[in-house]
DNA sequence: CCTCGCTTTGCAAGCGCTTGCAAATTGCTG
DNA sequence: CAGCAATTTGCAAGCGCTTGCAAAGCGAGG
């Protein structure tokens, strides 16, 4: 039998361990997995374990049947800060209880998820955690259908009923909408997201709502279709500002998408605020180190990454526990971006 | 025996294919593992194995002494496009030869390399892909002890003699000042990148080597050491713009920097380029979607992964080959952010 | 002090695969 | 057409681990 690679020679199995500790090696593996082992040998074991240094073969330990400790986190991308934020917090989490991260990246595998999915799961994972899938449907069927362990994440509104978590996302629109308002912003622009994705729709939706709580006319004008990255934006704030009548403020559906009105803005020697307030989604890190910093509404994006690492644990462990939908709230972050507009249109 | 996981029934194994195409099952392993097998029988094998769906288990084959197919990749972060740039080189590469992707992120194991390394090594990888180290040594030394492939990926400049792929950081930093040499300037401003890193040693080289060329002055007040972040470099672009004989260009150290001195000089009032030309470094995908465009000089990131990923490959296949370094091209890219100074200093 | 039920322990089997070895087959050569 | 080397093929073992099963240990009730 060949070694799987010229190794260093002392390579640690649960029979050195046993030896070491004078027990058989299925107390050894009691002691990893915490089935139940008398007090003393259990610790001779975790003793033997420290001193040479034991390391878990997780092949081994999946294919005998037990956990890979590994999950899978699927992504479109990673360049984009959103996603990043997600699988840090997820990471975090993970790191609490010693598994560890496969990253998918979907880009590679269009049209097949079906088969990809097939492949993950048989392969490696325990569980998949799939952030903002292309298409959610397809995963799902074939997740369903294995009965695999899954969480989804930002993807709401969906037809099915699938264990999921998201933000508030209709409630950050309202609140950020009604902020511009009580600033006293009358004509308010609003940039969405990609419109296929629900969590687009849903921030939409909550600035009509603030907008029609405030008695406010919805001037569908003031609303330009975006798609969550900064050069869309960029066009769309030139749209906006190429108005008749121009909106005192605008309100991007994320804050990549901010960034392109930031510059669309300076672009006509416009100054920020004064000239216009600029509001954004997400609150990513370079929301804060922008000049000025942007005003956004924060979606706990680390959090709902730790928040779908454990309920995707929870399945992992009870693969029968109840299916459950986590939202965590948004909340407005106030910064420099956003002030009264200059020619108060106070009612 | 337990199943995994109460995964769907139709597990297809390598029994089941070799059931199906009349063969034995080691036949089947020899056809997946490209060993002499008649054409016949392959023929047979490769269609049972289409018809059933076989997916191969990762685990029992690198168990049983073969390869896992998985890579593994460390970096710091991932928000920062650069890693992600990388990443996706590799991605690629992998792709092609479908080996897949495991990500670490070493920010949540700091200090403890080399058990690290012991215990990724171990488990799970065929080779390991380290992305600007932090601890190069540590790493190195556990590496090279336990003969396990790696590349380094843009960590140049080592004591050791050690498989890596880079960029020519000097070169680049040379062409971006006499870029802007040859536009007229003559006070050009330095940001550098984190100077514990060798490229970012090297590009600043490159700077000084570019000036001194050319018969310029050295003034180290036009130097701002920074560490590739946009927050320190927008107060590295206010430092140099506040001396009394400000620059009539700056040049970062990447992109990222250039951003923040953009901020800060469009925090002054002033116009890129035409009161200051900027220049960075990188060229991620958002140097060419802010405005102006961002001139950069170009250091391809994904060819670099896809390098590093090939060179790993060829290690682990023939653990004795020679230590190979390479060293890709930067370039320049010219767009829009740079210009002759207002006010020429022609000489 | 013996017996019963509970917990702790050890043994063996097996997860799906690769590969050394030997047997079977093939293709040549003389 | 026998005889030999060079393939091709199959069998069995084993990678490191988990876990069912049965044996052993233990405390308590009779």
Same mark, same amino acid.
């Given at each position: 039998?060949?070694?799987?690679? &010229? ?72 360049? @984009? ?31 097949? =998820?079906?088969?990809?999915? #097939? ?23 074939? !997740? ?14 969906? %037809? ?23 600033? %006293?912003?009358? +004509? ?21 709502? #603030?907008?029609? $709580? ?8 003031? @609303? ?14 030139? =749209?906006?500002?190429? !108005?008749? =009548? ?35 989604? $997400? ?18 994006? #680390? =959090?709902?990454? +730790?928040?779908?690492? +454990?309920?995707?644990?929870?399945? @992992?462990?009870?693969?029968? #526990? ?6 965590? &709230? ?9 002030? &009264? ?7």
């Amino acid at each position: 039998m060949m070694q799987k690679s &010229p190794i260093s020679p002392q390579d640690i199995t649960i029979y050195d361990v046993a030896r070491e500790a004078g027990v058989s090696y299925s107390t050894v593996s009691r002691v990893i997995n915490n089935k139940g082992v008398s007090a003393d040998k259990r610790e001779r074991v975790l003793r033997a374990m420290a001193e040479l240094g034991y390391v878990a073969n997780l092949q081994a330990r999946s294919l005998a049947g037990g956990k890979s400790h590994i999950i899978g986190l699927l992504v479109h991308s990673l360049s @984009i800060e959103y996603f990043d934020e997600i699988a840090r917090g997820v990471d975090d989490e993970l790191a609490a209880i010693s598994y560890d991260l496969m990253l998918y990246t979907t880009h590679r595998r269009k049209g097949r =998820e079906s088969a990809y999915v #097939a492949k993950v799961t048989r392969n490696l994972v325990d569980g998949l955690l799939l952030v903002l899938p292309r298409n959610a449907e397809a995963y799902l069927q074939a !997740l369903g259908h294995r009965r695999f362990p899954h969480v989804l994440v930002d993807h709401q509104g969906l %037809g099915f009923d699938v264990p999921s978590v998201g933000a508030t996302n209709q409630q950050g629109g309202y609140d950020g909408t009604s902020y511009l308002i009580t600033l %006293g912003h009358r +004509r308010i622009g609003f940039i969405t997201g990609d419109l296929t994705l629900g969590c687009a729709r849903d921030r939409l939706a909550g600035y009509h709502e #603030a907008l029609s $709580d405030a008695g406010l006319p919805a001037d569908p004008a003031l @609303i330009c279709e975006g798609n969550f990255l900064q050069p869309q934006a960029f066009s769309c704030a030139n =749209e906006l500002l190429n !108005l008749a =009548e121009p909106p005192t403020a605008i309100f991007a559906s994320n804050d990549v998408s901010a960034f392109g009105v930031m510059e669309a803005v300076r672009n006509r020697g416009l100054r920020i605020p004064d000239d216009i307030s600029i509001l954004g989604f $997400d609150d990513i890190s370079q929301a804060a180190q922008v000049h000025p910093s942007l005003t956004t509404v924060r979606q706990p994006l #680390a =959090e709902m990454g +730790r928040a779908a690492a +454990r309920l995707l644990f929870t399945y @992992i462990n009870q693969p029968d #526990a109840a299916i459950k939908q986590i939202v965590l &709230p948004t909340e407005l972050i106030i910064r420099q971006s956003c002030q &009264p507009p200059a020619k108060s249109t106070l009612a």
